[in-house]
């Protein structure tokens, strides 16, 4: 995990949205690792900058996700249903580790 590249954390300010993907080209993972005390929601951004769920990871956990170059992944808190969006990851052209920070 620690030999992979690290993706860029965007945090979001309240209200903020994170852009659409632009998926293009082959897939490969991206491992998510969450380094905050709660759990957290992982989203991917759609073209038309709509959501949709892919997982919850809980603190300390590691999540590896099948994605594309462009995509777009969301980071939202998970408390009774809508979470409030924490930051996104945008995904580079190879397999890379994505670490939500505390």
Do not use: H
């Not at 998926?23 to 709509?50: E, I, T």
């Not at 995509?71 to 969006?85: K, Q």
Request: glycine fraction near 12%; include cysteine.
């Amino acid at each position: 995990l620690d030999s992979l590249p690290a993706l860029q954390w965007k945090p979001l300010a309240q209200g903020a949205k994170a852009p659409p993907s632009k998926p293009d080209g082959g897939s490969f993972d991206v491992a998510f690792v969450n380094r905050r005390k709660g759990k957290v929601q992982l989203l991917w951004m759609d073209r038309a900058g709509g959501t949709k769920p892919y997982a919850v990871i809980a603190p300390g956990d590691l999540c590896r996700q099948r994605t594309r170059p462009g995509a777009v992944w969301l980071i939202a808190e998970v408390e009774s249903g809508a979470g409030r969006s924490l930051g996104y990851f945008e995904v580079g052209d190879r397999s890379a580790r994505a670490v939500i920070p505390e």
